[in-house]
């Protein structure tokens, strides 16, 4: 454009300047917070999965537990009942040794009789370890080879026990050479081992079992009464 007086105007071109670019810290901190606020709406459904699911597990190791236990009552009721039958003396002798010392030389058998008076369960038992003490001189321990015993049944055991040359105190041993010709010894017996439970199919192994007599009379087993032992299911 010209104007009078000679003076030009030239139109003056505004030069490009690009917009900014969107901070990334600012974006760093949105996409920030718009997990957090995520993890936040996740968080409540987490804690009521994981109670959900302790709970569940609890209420199933209480039922296991439950169940066990009324299973170990079961068998705790039905363990057989264990009388000592008989006590035959073979022989009960006291010597010297080389040393002058008093010994004894005892042969003995007990008889027990194991009931199973229940008619859904049949058991296997031993082999077992059997203890035998006369007026509370122990003689050597022997072994009861394993046995079978059906449902309502009554299974006669018996226990050889056999000691020689075993160091006593002479009145000790006089005291049992006595007692035993007049027939008035004090018999203990112990049985230890495992036992198996068959009730119908199933087969419950590796139970222990002890039997312990302790101070039957002879005179009460020579009376044809028996002497109740106390049966547990228990390694002590």
Known sequence: MTVAGGVNFKRQKTPYRPSPAPSSVGSYYSSGDDAEAQRRKCRPRCTKCCAWTSLAIGAAALFALACSLVFYSFLVANVPRVFVKNLEVHSVTVGKDAKGDATLAADVTVVLNVT??????????????????????????????AFRQEARNTTAV???????????????????????????????VWLSGLVEYHVRERVVSGCPFKVMCQHAPQSVLDSGLGFECNVRMSPL
């Open 158 to 188: 018996a226990v050889r026990s056999r000691v020689e040359a075993l160091e006593i105190e002479e009145a000790d041993g006089d005291d049992l050479v006595s007692n035993s010709a007049r027939r008035v010894l004090t018999l203990d």
């Open 116 to 145: 199973n008076a229940n008619g859904k369960i049949w058991f296997v038992y031993g082999p077992l370890t059997a203890d035998v003490a006369l007026d509370g001189v122990n003689l050597a321990r022997s072994e009861v080879a």
